[in-house]
């Protein structure tokens, strides 16, 4: 298979999804395991560091497309036959996301799984033609952003369908309106973060939604799954942005969101924040933006043990002093973190918990911001390191994912799941979540940090790195399994903000409770009664 050449029975080729197909993001910026980081794994793990190379995409065989020629014939017609194709090259792209079990997946060299055909769509009114013509073919739909989900949310389930199809938004990529007055903007649910944010620069402004993802999630996908960005702190949360939304759904078109605040009964907008493509295609997103900051700072922090760092976090957000960044590593994630770097910046090595604060506004704003969160982070047993640490920080917050493709070809299992929960039981969660990994895993690595902080509680992301066993699949998905009963058992969220897909769904009746189940299928059954929509995702 050559991904840059081969075409499919219903046109050329198409442009390629910007991530690898069977590892995250640009091969130019694959990391090379260092030699602390080969010597921790051997220490700790009995791992070698020996990379083992997967196949490569011309040795991967895929499952035969399902869809007949008439079928293709059909979906060119509506939007074109260079925006269709049932070829190999552009099915595998969009076989699925990136969690470590898509990745394992994509190491097989026996069949894999994919979407029968790829579809672009130009305009909303080609999306409602798709809808129409797959409800009657049954065809299921797979809306695509960036490819980025990490919880099973691409998997390309037919269900009782006959087909699946990957609907491409990337053609969705345009800076539709700017409001400048009131700090509002409108976006092509297609615009990666990158070009988003390179849009709005050149008019002055910001979004400022930075995930781990932001290089290569898009928009819609977003919206979809209610993203958090790492400057949640100073932004908030992507959903607390979105002022309106532009959706295409089986049933109907729907323009949601009018005002900046409305009593006009139940917000709809909160139907399809977090819906995952399972009740309708996000085509355009209003968003709150702001004056591109004038200045940054940075200060990083070591506290003594990860209870008192806690302390300190909650102390700054109960007192609003505005980071537009703050998060803590437990002490392990701190160790491993200072494996990788040795010496932050030439500084002495940090021990303890390392907290990261950045701040950003005008230059009065920072200042100001800075010297109250400084104020309380001392107070709270903090010992400021300086800005290097916080520096190193952002310069590489993009990569983390690069080094768990590193990991998998050494032999080590690395996977991420997150959590959220009040203040009073976050340690709690913490320890209970750690337990059940490591007594799934026995000899794993967990690690921990708070990512994301409110007045009440906040979000705790772990890392987990074992070695791999002889079913890595199986072996993964009983620690997730372990993992998700310990966080529905301590009182947490089973997502913060990978949301839902297939591999949280599970607990999703935990969650919400059967009634909230039922209210999820009746809106589901209204505004998707075939059930093309993403099948097999979010909804128990």
């Known amino acids: 298979m050559a991904p840059e050449t081969q075409a499919g029975p219903a046109g050329a080729a198409l442009p390629l999804p910007p991530m690898k197909w069977d590892a995250w993001g640009d091969p130019a910026l694959a990391k090379e395991l260092s030699a602390d980081i080969k010597a921790l794994l051997a220490a700790a793990l009995g791992v070698t560091g020996d990379a083992t190379p997967g196949p490569s995409a011309d040795e991967v065989v895929l499952s035969p497309s399902r869809l007949a020629e008439a079928d293709l014939k059909a979906l060119a017609a509506v939007v074109g036959e260079a925006h269709v194709s049932a070829a190999d090259a552009d099915r595998l792209p969009r076989a699925g996301g990136k969690s470590t079990p898509d990745l394992l997946r994509r190491r097989s060299r026996g069949p894999q799984d994919a979407p029968d055909a790829v579809v672009l769509p130009g305009s909303e009114d080609e999306i409602t033609a798709l809808l129409a013509l797959c409800a009657e073919r049954r065809i299921a739909v797979v809306p695509f952003g960036g490819g980025t989900s990490v919880v099973g949310g691409l998997d390309p389930e037919r269900g009782a369908f006959t087909a699946v199809v990957s609907l491409d938004l990337r053609r969705f990529d345009q800076l539709?309106?700017?409001?400048?007055?009131?700090?509002?903007?409108?976006?092509?649910?297609?615009?990666?973060?990158?070009?988003?944010?390179?849009?709005?620069?050149?008019?002055?402004?910001?979004?400022?939604?930075?995930?781990?993802?932001?290089?290569?999630?898009?928009?819609?996908?977003?919206?979809?799954?209610?993203?958090?960005?790492?400057?949640s702190a100073g932004y908030g949360r992507f959903d607390e942005m979105v002022r309106g939304l532009r959706v295409v759904t089986p049933a109907g078109v729907l323009d949601l969101g009018r005002a900046p605040a409305s009593a006009a009964g139940p917000d709809l907008r909160e139907l399809f924040l977090g819906s995952e493509g399972t009740l309708g295609v996000i085509t355009a997103v209003r968003v709150r933006v702001h004056a591109a900051p004038a200045v940054k700072a940075y200060e990083a922090w070591s506290f003594p043990d990860f209870a008192t760092g806690a302390a300190a976090l909650r102390a700054v957000e109960q007192q609003g002093t505005g980071p537009t960044v703050i998060r803590l590593s437990d002490e392990a994630e701190t160790m491993v973190n200072l494996a990788m770097t040795e010496k932050i910046g030439g500084e002495p090595a940090v021990t303890g918990c390392l907290a990261v604060t950045v701040f950003e506004g005008t230059a009065d704003q920072v200042a100001t911001r800075h010297q109250l969160t400084r104020d309380a982070l001392l107070a709270a047993g903090g010992t400021s390191l300086g800005e290097?640490?916080?520096?190193?920080?952002?310069?590489?917050?993009?990569?983390?994912?690069?080094?768990?493709?590193?990991?998998?070809?050494?032999?080590?299992?690395?996977?991420?799941?997150?959590?959220?929960?009040?203040?009073?039981?976050?340690?709690?969660?913490?320890?209970?979540?750690?337990?059940?990994?490591?007594?799934?895993?026995?000899?794993?690595?967990?690690?921990?940090?708070?990512?994301?902080?409110?007045?009440?509680?906040?979000?705790?992301?772990?890392?987990?790195?074992?070695?791999?066993?002889?079913?890595?699949?199986?072996?993964?998905?009983?620690?997730?399994?372990?993992?998700?009963?310990?966080?529905?058992?301590?009182?947490?969220?089973?997502?913060?903000?990978?949301?839902?897909?297939?591999?949280?769904?599970?607990?999703?009746?935990?969650?919400?409770?059967?009634?909230?189940?039922?209210?999820?299928?009746?809106?589901?059954?209204?505004?998707?009664?075939?059930?093309?929509?993403?099948?097999?995702?979010?909804?128990?």
Request: some cysteine.
């Open 176 to 231: 539709l309106d700017l409001d400048e007055t009131s700090g509002e903007a409108v976006l092509g649910a297609g615009l990666t973060g990158p070009a988003a944010e390179a849009l709005l620069s050149a008019r002055g402004f910001e979004l400022g939604h930075y995930p781990q993802s932001f290089r290569f999630a898009t928009i819609g996908g977003f919206a979809a799954t209610r993203s958090s960005g790492q400057d």
């Open 388 to 540: 290097a640490p916080a520096r190193a920080w952002e310069h590489g917050r993009f990569n983390a994912p690069y080094l768990r493709d590193s990991l998998l070809a050494a032999g080590a299992l690395c996977e991420t799941l997150e959590t959220a929960t009040d203040w009073r039981r976050l340690a709690d969660l913490r320890f209970a979540v750690t337990s059940a990994l490591t007594s799934a895993l026995p000899g794993a690595l967990v690690l921990c940090h708070i990512s994301h902080v409110y007045p009440t509680g906040a979000s705790l992301y772990f890392t987990v790195v074992a070695a791999l066993g002889e079913d890595p699949l199986t072996q993964w998905a009983a620690a997730k399994r372990a993992a998700g009963d310990a966080i529905v058992a301590g009182g947490g969220t089973i997502t913060h903000h990978h949301a839902v897909g297939a591999d949280h769904r599970p607990w999703m009746a935990d969650e919400i409770g059967e009634l909230g189940v039922r209210i999820l299928r009746a809106v589901k059954a209204e505004l998707d009664p075939a059930g093309i929509l993403n099948p097999g995702k979010l909804i128990p």
